[in-house]
């Protein structure tokens, strides 16, 4: 029987020796590295709103339907979508309060959504996905926004262009909340356009 | 208990089954609760993606929060719950001797299913992780892992006060996944929350938890309930306790490592990758293994087995443990992986282990046991029958309407021609079905919730004396 026991045990002990406490020690502590190409060192640490903004994602649970790394090119479509340049590596994510990667792409990848769309469609597309984006089935955000009275002038930060039936009542416009801007924040500084000594740019 | 031709185990089982009740009517009840609070969630949810101004409008109800929220309701509510009453009662029968320490049941139960509640609460909230499988606060974890550990010292130290002179398969699986999973939680929680760890590693800690709660937790306690209660209604021994063995410590060995298959392609070491594509692979063996050995003792007996309540459905779960498990393994070869990888595919595969396996075999297992534990038969064979006809085509719908819908999915989005939109639209049918499986599976579960509830209660009792039968045999009657 203390031979069942030490059999049961060592079956768990292997697995974490080899998948967890290994690789920890192998790449637990990744640094960012200086490029040459100016000198700052990669990946760029988070705004501290795009760092808050992180939260909202989780939050929001953003990960259920979205993923957050590049594939190797020919193995599946990611470069030919556009979802990125090159193949994510360790080091893109060492700045992470939680490491979403994720597992489900209900919707596109968004490992370097920052480089493809700006703030003003994020609101948007979060307001209401199917203003931007005809037949999706992303949930829509509305509660992040606040519909209030238009002063003299309308605000800068007001959205504009909504789909039927959105729209705010006369006299009223809609705009972010705070922790709207800063998802939209987190959204923006998502990207993996840099070279990395481990991962290069396809050209 | 004076009845002289009641032999000694005999006895000791009737004991066992009496300290056992009460802390076995808690843990079913419990989860009877959450598995309705767990369907309707993911009725809601897959309601949401089909149609998402459904329930839209508040911040609590917001999809990713929704599906959260059905994940650990069902996970750790329904399924643990079930686990618990029925792994540690076969476990206690196993190892024949009194029960000792019957307050820790309670105690644990209680801190699981506050736990869970002040979980749940806190996912609505927008207290959750983005971590799957582990969504509930932080502040949660140390009351479930307390409940953890004691339910986990509770089956060893069952097992260590044994009485039987042999030990039973049953009771390695059962040993092994008291000792294996409060280790795990405690672990996964300090390496993700407390003391978080880097970057991907995150996500390496976090797929090798994912995959175990299943692989050391959920399987080795339904294999052990399958390999209990199958032998023992058709009154015949195990096919081979060889292969038995081959199965457990193949299981053991290869499981853990399977986890990794989760992040083919994905940002980390390619050796870790392939070790996971190795490991689920490897799975094979003991999976065959379980399917001779379960499959084997089953045939020749299948007109006991429709017969019986609780066979049909462990016969069914032990039949989708052999054909998930064959299609997971799949799921792990690169070029297999490439197609359903970030698909409805997985999904569906998710739904397959941990319905058509581990609920269906709990509900058996439950059928089984409420009698032994009541000393009263099921009141109602006709919900019996309900309820597995609502859950079996509900499951298999879902399955393969996901499979489908995720395989083409999976095919178009790997075509970089076909715009993201047009396969969202394309996977919507497909979504509808799996609304349509959740519906007959609700069905299902409130015919299965009543049938308890008459139980416990005691009303409707049947007069015959004989057991509850699923067909027309003279002397059984009821509703």
Not at chain 1, 34 to 46: F, I, Q, T, W
Not at chain 2, 77 to 104: D, I, T
Not at chain 2, 220 to 242: D, E, T
């Amino acid at each position: 029987m203390p031979l069942l026991f030490l059999g049961i045990f060592f079956c768990l002990a292997f697995s974490w020796t080899g998948l967890i406490l290994y690789p920890h020690m192998h790449m637990g502590n990744l640094k960012p590295v200086a490029l040459e190409v100016d000198g700052m060192l990669y990946p760029l640490r988070p705004s501290g709103l795009a760092a808050q903004g992180e939260q909202v994602y989780i939050q929001m649970n953003c990960t259920t339907c979205h993923s957050q790394q590049v594939r190797p090119k020919g193995f599946g479509a990611d470069f030919e979508r556009g979802w990125g340049d090159r193949q994510s590596v360790p080091r893109d994510y060492i700045y992470n309060k939680q490491n979403m990667i994720g597992t489900n792409r209900t919707g596109p990848d968004l490992a370097n959504i920052g480089d493809r769309v700006n703030a003003e469609w994020h609101h948007k597309h979060l307001y209401n996905p199917r203003s931007t984006s005809k037949g999706s089935i992303m949930p829509s955000f509305k509660f992040l926004y606040k519909l209030q009275k238009q002063g003299k002038a309308p605000s800068h930060e007001a959205l504009k262009g909504f789909a039927p039936g959105d729209e705010p009542p006369e006299g009223y416009e809609v705009v972010p909340s705070h922790r709207a801007k800063i998802l939209v924040e987190y959204l923006l500084s998502l990207k993996q356009n840099y070279e990395l000594p481990e991962g290069k740019l396809s050209k | 208990m004076n009845n002289p031709t009641m032999t000694l185990s005999q006895m000791t089982l009737s004991q066992i089954d009496r300290s056992l009740k009460g802390s076995g009517i808690f843990f079913v009840s419990w989860a009877c609760i959450w598995l309705l609070v767990g369907t309707l969630f993911a009725l809601i949810t897959s309601i949401k993606l089909q149609y998402p101004p459904f329930l839209s409008g508040y911040e609590w109800f917001t999809f990713g929060r929704v599906r959260a929220a059905h994940l650990n309701v069902v996970a750790y509510g329904w399924v643990n719950n079930a686990l618990f009453a029925v792994g540690l009662w076969v476990m206690a029968r196993l190892c024949k001797s009194p029960v000792r320490h019957k307050g820790m049941l309670y105690v644990a139960g209680s801190f699981w299913n506050l736990g869970l509640l002040l979980g749940v609460g806190g996912i609505f909230m927008g207290h959750n992780s983005a971590v799957e499988w582990l969504e509930m606060p932080t502040y949660v974890s140390p009351l479930l892992a307390v409940a953890y550990v004691l339910i986990g010292a509770w089956g060893v130290l069952a097992f260590w006060h044994r009485e039987s002179d042999h030990v039973y398969v049953s009771q390695w699986y059962l040993l092994a996944a008291f000792f294996w999973f409060p280790w795990l939680y405690t672990i996964v929680q300090m390496l993700i929350f407390f003391t978080p760890m880097q970057g991907v590693m995150q996500s390496i800690t976090h797929w090798w938890f994912a995959h175990n709660v299943l692989g050391l937790w959920m399987t080795p306690i339904c294999v052990a309930i399958v390999y209990y209660i199958l032998p023992k209604v058709l009154g015949k021994p195990i096919h081979s306790y060889y292969l038995s063995v081959v199965g457990f410590w193949s299981l053991a060995l290869f499981y853990n490592w399977a986890g990794m298959h989760h992040l083919i392609g994905g940002p980390i070491p390619v050796w870790m990758i392939s070790a996971g594509i190795v490991g689920s692979i490897m799975m094979f063996v003991p999976v065959i293994v379980t399917a001779i050995n379960h499959h084997i003792t089953a045939m020749g007996s299948l007109r006991d087995i429709w017969n019986s309540p609780s066979l049909r459905f462990i016969v069914f779960g032990a039949m989708n443990y052999t054909l998930s498990s064959a299609f997971g393994s799949l799921m792990a070869l690169r070029s297999f992986n490439k197609i359903t990888h970030f698909t409805h595919f997985t999904v569906g595969h998710a739904h397959h282990g941990a319905y058509g396996f581990v609920t269906m075999v709990l509900f058996g297992g439950i059928y089984f046991m409420l009698p032994r534990l009541l000393n009263r038969e099921w009141p109602s064979a006709g919900l019996i029958r309900m309820h597995f006809w609502c859950c079996s085509s509900g499951i298999i719908l879902m399955v393969v309407a996901l499979s489908i819908g995720g395989w083409f999915q999976g095919l178009k989005m790997n075509n970089p021609n076909i715009p993201f939109l047009d396969i969202v639209r394309f996977t919507l049918p497909y979504l509808h079905a799996r609304t349509l499986a959740g519906l007959l599976l609700l069905c299902g579960h409130v015919a299965f919730v009543v049938n308890v509830v008459w139980m416990l209660r005691g009303s409707y009792v049947r007069s015959e004396t004989g057991p509850t039968l699923l067909s027309p045999v003279p002397n059984s009657g009821g509703l």
